[in-house]
């Protein structure tokens, strides 16, 4: 059985910073480009960072650089989110995703496998 399960969800005032966890099971860890995603209420789910298998180049959205740093490690089939000087916008539930990424101008991830999500809520 697949599974993707977060950790690292909660409550964290303005400046702040968290750390996302998600650890895999039930597949290859290792051959897949792996990323995560945000969905705040009323918006649509968007993506905010991968990294590819192959050599592990990172990807992040124009919100986030510079402050968030994605990572795996693959000998614990586990991914991480790193997340530094947060701000109330980024309050969202975050969903680690396990698929194929692409380029079409940008980077894309066609995912696969998707995690149950963690809340992140940044006070003002």
């Known amino acids: 059985e697949v599974q993707l399960v977060e950790s690292g969800g909660g409550l964290v005032q303005a400046g702040g910073s968290l750390r996302l966890s998600c650890a895999a099971s039930g597949f290859t860890f290792d051959d897949y480009d792996i990323g995560w995603f945000r969905q705040a209420p009323g918006n649509e789910r968007e993506g905010v960072s991968c990294i590819s298998s192959i050599d592990g180049k990172t990807h992040y959205a124009d919100s986030v650089k510079g402050r968030f740093t994605i990572s795996r490690d693959n000998a614990k089939n586990t991914m991480f989110l790193q997340m530094n000087n947060l701000k109330p916008e980024d309050t969202a539930v975050y969903y680690c995703?396990?698929?194929?990424?692409?380029?079409?101008?940008?980077?894309?991830?066609?995912?696969?496998?998707w995690g149950q999500g963690t809340q992140v809520t940044v006070s003002s």
């Open positions: 995703a396990a698929g194929e990424g692409y380029y079409n101008d940008s980077y894309y991830l066609k995912v696969d496998y």
